[in-house]
């Protein structure tokens, strides 16, 4: 069966780069201006406060990892009372990826981010929070702490092939983050991860990704989330934010679109991939969906106008 999750971190064509590191001790603050993509970090030792723009104060303890989705700028350091440094400063004068900021080496954090295929980044970004936390007591932290030694042991190492082992066991850490995310949010998450999150609806998610040209009624999605058709129709709008049969519309448009802007079928072929039998059908449903006919999609290379819109 498919998973809606692998399929959506593969839309987005999501990759883990390994940054920096920051080791610190004393008193010391850094503080990051706005940035672009999701920044994932992982506490190795020690303990901190983290502080976004607009958000409560988070403490940090060795074996957390937060990642932050919003790009919102965020403050680091051992008092949120200190004036803080300039990451870029800090940064700069960073060796072999790691900096330093006051004296000793009490605080160790990891860091790195993950790309996103820019015109699809919100697919993902929209539904989560601004802070993904998981602490280290959680219960994928096992998981993540042996993930996180490997990480540590390949980055003091720089032993051949280093560079991509810490990127592949990055992006691992951050399936568990997000495994974890899923886990928690329960039945208070909204949004395809809502859906996600739910037993019932997530079966039906997952029919519509494993053959997402099928024509699809809501009777056999229903049968696929065990459920009667009025109660899954109402339980997966009022979760995911549209009906079922929307979202496998906009699901379909968003794989298309992928398909068109990386050359790998013509705006025939992306019809016929889509389920569609007629290319005027698929055009009217595409510029529903992402506000302009194929074609000039692909001629103009202008992206989606509004994401949020076109799959909650």
């Known amino acids: 069966m498919n998973d809606p999750l692998s399929d959506v971190l593969t839309l987005l064509d999501a990759r883990s780069v390994v940054s920096t590191g920051l080791v610190a001790g004393g008193a010391w603050s850094v503080h990051v201006s706005a940035h672009d993509g999701l920044k994932f970090n992982a506490v190795v030792r020690g303990d901190a406060w983290l502080q976004l723009d607009g958000e409560p104060p988070l403490r940090l303890h060795a ?12 403050t680091i350091a051992s008092d949120l009372d200190l004036a803080p440094g300039s990451a870029a400063e800090v940064f700069a004068d960073a060796v ?13 954090v990891v ?22 936390h998981l602490p280290a007591g959680a219960a994928r932290a096992q998981t993540v702490q042996w993930l996180l030694a490997r990480l540590v042991a390949e980055l003091e190492q720089q032993a051949p092939g280093g560079a991509l082992q810490a990127r592949q066991l990055m992006q691992m850490m951050f399936i568990e983050l997000m495994r974890e995310h899923l886990a928690a949010a329960g039945p208070s998450a909204k949004g395809w991860l809502g859906a996600m999150a739910d037993a019932s609806l997530r079966r039906a998610l997952q029919a519509m990704h494993a053959s997402p040209a099928r024509p699809w009624t809501l009777p056999e999605l229903a049968d696929c989330a065990h459920m009667s058709r009025s109660g899954f129709a109402a339980r997966f709008k009022d979760i995911v934010g549209v009906p079922p049969l929307d979202y496998l519309i906009r699901w379909r448009m968003h794989l298309a ?21 007629s290319e005027s059908a698929f055009g009217n449903a595409f510029k529903r969906v992402l506000g302009q006919p194929p074609r000039r999609y692909v001629n103009s290379g202008v992206r989606a106008k509004n994401w949020t819109r076109a799959l909650p």
Not at 63 to 74: A, E, V
Not at 115 to 129: E, G, K, Q, R, S
């Open 63 to 74: 074996g957390d990892c937060f990642m932050l989705s919003k790009g919102l700028p965020f």
């Open 96 to 108: 072999n990826g790691v900096a330093r900021m006051g004296e000793g080496d009490a605080f160790y």
């Open 111 to 132: 860091g790195g981010k993950m790309t996103l295929d820019a015109a699809v980044a919100p697919l993902l970004v929209d539904a989560l929070p601004a802070v993904v």
């Open 257 to 277: 679109s992928q398909a068109l802007r990386n050359g790998r079928a013509t705006v025939a072929e992306a019809a016929t991939a889509a389920g569609y039998s």
